[in-house]
């Protein structure tokens, strides 16, 4: 990958996982837990949410290999013994991150047709369209990974309520081991990881055929 896509590529990542950490965050106040506003959590500076490691080292190296694009951001501190209601509040929370990052795919779905209709994609306008590209397919990545139910993904506080008590319990202590398991499905096994991603590729080419409806 050229060092000019490589970091278009980082910095969308970045931008969309601070997006991905806002959502929650401000989710969880409207729930009734300030914990991470307190924390200054609440902004879209992407200072107080990066990992300097998960989130600028490790994408970078992996976009200027051409391999996978893995990162990840500072989880935000919660506690959900605040909310309002436990059950539906931490769903939601869990899930506001996964409805922000559709919506930016969405919103760059639409800008990518604006950006060809207006500029053909050529000269910097193919920079701006390369961008929107990138966010439309990190977007939908960071959804639907982030679905997986392996705990502390987002989709695995939906799958413990799901499960009585005592299975949940254990369940969840499973996050200890979380970004290990899912490192292994991503390098050992990725035919689990394109089971659960096949969704974004039937979404790219729906995107893809709107945007050229804009030509």
Avoid: C
């Amino acid at each position: 990958m050229f060092p000019v896509q490589a970091l278009i590529l980082v910095a969308v990542l970045i931008a969309s996982v601070v997006v991905h950490e806002v959502a929650h965050a401000w989710q969880a106040r409207r729930e009734g837990d300030d914990t991470a506003e307190r924390l200054g959590r609440i902004t879209f500076n992407p200072l107080p949410h990066l990992d300097p490691l998960g989130s600028v080292i490790l994408p970078l190296l992996l976009a200027w290999q051409g391999g996978i694009i893995f990162g990840w951001a500072k989880p935000v501190p919660v506690n959900p013994a605040n909310y309002d209601n436990y059950v539906a509040g931490d769903i939601r929370v869990s899930l506001a991150g996964i409805v922000s990052n559709l919506g930016l795919a969405l919103i760059a779905t639409l800008l990518s047709g604006v950006v060809l209709k207006l500029t053909g994609a050529v000269g910097f306008g193919s920079l701006i369209f390369s961008a929107l590209n990138y966010t439309i397919f990190i977007n939908l990545l960071l959804a639907f990974f982030n679905l997986i139910p392996i705990p502390p993904l987002d989709g695995s506080h939906v799958m413990a309520h799901l499960l009585p008590a005592e299975v949940a319990q254990s369940y969840r202590e499973m996050g200890r081991f979380g970004l290990l398991l899912v490192m292994a499905m991503i390098f050992l096994a990725p035919g689990a990881l394109d089971f659960f991603l096949t969704p974004v590729y039937w979404l790219m080419g729906l995107a893809d055929q709107f945007i050229r409806l804009w030509i």
